[in-house]
């Protein structure tokens, strides 16, 4: 059995602090939500391993988001693992384009911190209408 629960209010306060942090690119607040040997697996990026490389990470891709804007959206808590949605909107600072993503996340914790992270996402530009081929 886990030692470590979080019940649904704290998931929810937890969840809700998450979508304000990253709002804010708070990166440094960001990185102290995670344990020092965290994993990370993001999407198709390779699997992170510690602070260091999720840091790493984390600014590389702050750079990117200009005006990033997310919207998390809390949908379960087991034992310590909180799962969720996003939606989130940005400018892409290479190709100056508004973009827009969606995604499902799950985040494991121990003693207050991020052990893993595991989240998986698709991207567009906003606006571009979508086309489904459908064999």
Known sequence: MNSYVITKEQAQQMWKSFEVTFNEA???????????????????????????E???????????????????????????????????????????????????EFVKFAHGKIIEWDCVFNIWEKGVPHQLDII
């Open 26 to 52: 708070g990166i440094d607040k960001i990185l102290a939500g995670f344990a020092d040997d965290a994993v990370v697996r993001f999407a198709d990026f390779p699997e992170m391993r510690g602070i260091e």
């Open 54 to 104: 999720i840091g790493k990470f984390m600014r590389a891709r702050f750079a990117r988001q200009k005006n990033y804007r997310i919207k998390k959206i809390f949908k379960s808590v087991a034992d310590n693992i909180i799962g969720g949605l996003w939606d989130a909107e940005w400018v892409d600072a290479k190709t100056d384009k508004k973009m827009q993503g969606r995604g499902a």
